[in-house]
């Protein structure tokens, strides 16, 4: 059976794309470290779509994570067709030695891991000819971005290795494709539930559904990246026009407040 594998696929916007790849009648390799979540995911998932689903609770960040993954799926005897790198963090904060611990975590979640995941795979991919790998960047790897400064440069870094690597394999019949979501409704964004809805409302924040739907198309039709939504058009634009002076002024009013 065709598998597609998920990293942070127990929740949010991995959640999506599980439930997604479970329509187009892929079995799942979960991996996330909530085990919890995991367990509820695969039971849903199964219950709904009728497909397989093997879960693994691992630490994401570890550096040795992506070849225990890729031992797993072996056990298993995975043959994995899609590969999302999905699984992330945000913090808002400027930084400090206090927060290094925390911005450790996130460059081997966003960047260590997922390189690896891409490589090891990618490999398997590569002999059989065929494979699909969806990188989740971040519209924030395009402007500067005071207070997630890690975030948005781990995510720019995805972009770039992402794009080289889908140069790499597109002649070996392995397509790779890097999304670049504007603000997307999970429970990354610590504001208020009435502002919620009001972002959704006007279009500023999409529904993980909405941005899933386009980026699983994107993959499957060979795109390298895909932007989608207004935002994603008129955010960088105007930050590239912003005086520095008043970027620095917007960040010590929100996150230094």
Known sequence: MKTALITGGSSGIGLEYSREFASRGYDLALVSNRAEDLEAAKESIQEEFGTTVHTLCADLSDAACAERVLAWCDSLGLQVEVL???AGMFFMEYLRPENLGKADTMMGLHVCTPTE??????????????????????????IPAPGIAVYSASKAYLKSFSKSFSYEMRPFGVKVTTVCPAAVDTGLYPISPALR???RRIGIIRSPRWLVRRAVRALFRGRRTVSPGLTNAVVPALVA???PRLIDRLGTKWILR
Do not use: D
């Not at 490589?119 to 990188?135: D, H, P, Q, S, V």
């Open 84 to 86: 999302v790198n999905n």
């Open 197 to 199: 809805r009001t972002l």
């Open 241 to 243: 026009v912003l005086p």
């Open 117 to 142: 995941l891409c490589i090891l795979f990618g490999a398997r991919m590569k002999e059989r000819g065929t494979g699909y790998i969806l990188n989740m960047s971040s519209m924030t790897a395009r």
